[in-house]
């Protein structure tokens, strides 16, 4: 096979995380009539589904070092499908929930592989635009879910949303199953896990600068993808498909970003490059905050250009953890995500807290301080080597 469909490949498990996410959103008040449940509880489908997704990374990065890339993945992938069943199947909020949070324990393998295998198989140049187009596919997850889940939503039952997981998951361990060669290296039998193995890796000082770093940025996406909405309704009274429009820039500037960074990492060095677009993305936000209530042109703008800076970031933070790590790559790759995904679960929480009164200041003036620090800190771990 050759390296560009072997990326696309192991990618595609990735993107099904963010895309099994978000992809029945559009149709959550039929879901609860449907179940005769609460909208909390429908919600909680959702949240549950991020916070198992989040924590199996930790458990994912060590088994994919110890047992092989090849074989975690194909596990976790049958898992999927078996949930996303489930899921088709579920009759009432309880069977359903119980079956998300084991899609969320199924399909949580593939950000860890995907990365792994890409930094196994790829050096230099050609790893960053391996990651550059890994990164695409995972922003495109959350951008298709709920374009595919509405459009399945408004024309059938939408139980069928959750049997097109099912088909696309068979599809996914098939294709791993017959073409995924194994990459881990060669040599003595790996070390048995042990917990001290994160203290390890968190103990590397630039990993985790860029884990704080992806933690901070996701926690201010996730700002943007909960919030604006609420802006953007009390301000300029928009419609649900008009406010839907605001949001196509961020997405095709994240995917934008994502692909053209990749390539951007033949020419420029990764450190300067992350704390360039890093500090960049910061000052996006603090543009957003500026303008958001005076202009909607400018608002668009400011999103977008947060969009972009995220998306060119996004490859570097990979590759350099490919650097950074040898030996114990996966589970690297586990901690990383792991930050990650408690950045887009603490966003919508932390962010109700200081949102409560309709303050647009301390919400997003919050995230760009913190979004500060964490590239400040970076650039101080970094200048110490």
Not at 83 to 104: P, T, Y
Not at 112 to 137: C, H, L, N, P
Request: aromatic fraction near 12%.
């Amino acid at each position: 096979m050759s390296p560009r469909l072997l990326t696309f490949m192991v990618a595609f498990a990735a993107f099904l995380g963010p895309f099994t996410q978000t992809v029945y959103t559009p149709i959550l008040p039929e879901l609860g009539t449907a179940l005769r449940t609460t909208p909390f509880l429908i919600n909680l489908s959702i949240s549950i589904f991020t916070f198992v997704l989040a924590f199996m990374q930790i458990i994912y990065g060590p088994l994919v070092d110890r047992t092989g890339r090849k074989r975690t993945l194909l596990a976790g992938l049958a898992v999927y499908v078996v949930a996303s069943m489930g899921c088709f199947l579920a009759n009432s909020i309880e069977v359903l929930l119980a079956f998300r949070a084991l899609q969320a324990v199924g399909i949580a393998a593939g950000a860890v592989v995907a990365v792994t295998v890409i930094g196994d198989r790829f050096e230099g140049a050609a790893r960053g635009r391996a990651m550059g187009s890994f990164q695409m596919m995972v922003a495109l997850g959350p951008v298709a879910g709920p374009v595919v889940g509405g459009f399945i939503g408004e024309h059938v039952d939408f139980h069928y949303v959750f049997l097109l997981l099912a088909i696309v998951g068979i599809g996914a361990l098939a294709s791993n199953a017959l073409w995924l060669q194994e990459t881990r290296p060669a040599g003595g039998p790996p070390r048995a896990f042990h917990p001290v193995q994160y203290l390890e890796v968190l103990g590397n000082r630039q990993g985790l600068a860029i884990m704080l770093l992806s933690f901070v940025q996701y926690y201010a996406f996730y700002n943007y993808l909960v919030f604006m909405p609420r802006i953007l309704d009390a301000r300029y009274g928009l419609s649900a498909s008009e406010k839907g429009l605001v949001f196509l820039p961020l997405s095709i500037a994240v995917v934008i970003g994502s692909f053209v960074g990749g390539r951007l990492l033949g020419h420029w060095r990764p450190r300067p490059m992350l704390l360039v677009t890093a500090l960049l993305n910061a000052l996006s936000l603090l543009l957003f905050l500026a303008v958001a209530q005076s202009s909607l042109a400018a608002l668009v703008v400011a999103v977008t250009a947060f969009g972009l800076f995220l998306g060119l970031s996004l490859p570097v933070q990979t590759s350099l953890l490919m650097d950074l790590y040898h030996e114990n790559r996966a589970t690297a790759v586990g901690s990383y995500n792991f930050f990650r995904f408690m950045g887009m679960a603490t966003g919508p929480v932390l962010g109700s807290w200081l949102f409560q009164d309709g303050n647009l200041g301390l919400l997003y003036g919050f995230a760009a301080a913190a979004f500060l620090l964490a590239v400040g800190h970076a650039q101080l771990r970094f200048r110490q080597g």
